[in-house]
């Protein structure tokens, strides 16, 4: 079965700091794997994603993510942190084993990003 | 701009009512998937249609029911309404399956009174 674990709920920065938002997946099989965020009162949209090509995966705004199979984690960085970042990321994975039209993704709870002046 | 639309934006119902809510994918998607989000319960897949079958269900209730149309729009039907299912309801497309990106829209809100 799979499994996605955010490991913060929250996490405050400051502004121009770097940013971390951890995420760990348990598949048994090859999966892909989506970080997606969401701003408030807004849908949710896409930042990167991973589906079995290079390792470390840029995405959006200025953030990406590296796939490490071993650590069976696909964390989410960001140099240098600004207020507009301030949201709710989510942390997605993905069976590609799946065919036929199927596409179950499972969440992960969610990060909540706080940004400080 | 996912290019997915949902309607109405905002709904707010009475107990024991009946709603519609309305989904138009991007242009060439044939999956529509619906999904609910809520304080207590967070992000949850309810039903995945594809190309106007239903493909996968999640936790979605039996008051609940869905249908994808010949023309890949589709709408999710929630009857008996509690004020439990107060929740953001997002509509998302992709093109088929899986490792295809999932769009979403912006969200239907239903505030059952």
């Known amino acids: 079965a799979q499994s996605v674990t955010q490991l913060d709920s929250h996490v405050s920065v400051s502004e121009g700091t770097p940013v971390l938002l951890r995420c760990n997946y348990s598949s048994s099989y090859s999966p892909s794997l989506f970080w997606y965020v969401q701003h408030p009162n807004k849908g949710l949209q896409l930042l990167l994603k991973y589906t079995s090509a290079a390792t470390l995966v840029k995405g959006i705004n200025g953030f990406e993510a590296e796939f490490k199979k071993s650590e069976t984690s696909f964390h989410l960085t960001k140099p240098s942190a600004h207020m507009s970042d301030a949201a709710e990321y989510f942390c997605v994975v993905s069976d590609r084993r799946l065919s036929g039209g199927y596409n179950k993704l499972i969440f992960g709870a969610g990060t909540r990003l706080a940004v400080h002046p | 701009d996912s290019g997915v639309t949902q309607t109405p934006k905002h709904l707010i119902t009475a107990t024991g009512q009946r709603v519609t809510l309305r989904c138009s994918p991007r242009?060439?998607?044939?999956?529509v998937y619906w999904y609910q989000q809520s304080l207590d319960q967070g992000l949850q897949f309810l039903i995945q249609?594809?190309?106007?079958?239903?493909?996968a269900k999640g936790n979605i209730l039996e008051r609940f029911s869905a249908q994808q149309f010949p023309d890949l729009h589709s709408e999710l039907n929630l009857s008996s309404l509690e004020l439990g299912d107060s929740a953001l309801y997002f509509c998302a497309s992709s093109v088929e399956g899986t490792g295809n990106t999932i769009y979403f829209g912006e969200g239907s809100w239903l505030t059952v009174v």
């Open positions: 242009s060439g998607d044939l999956s």
């Open positions: 249609y594809y190309n106007g079958e239903e493909r």
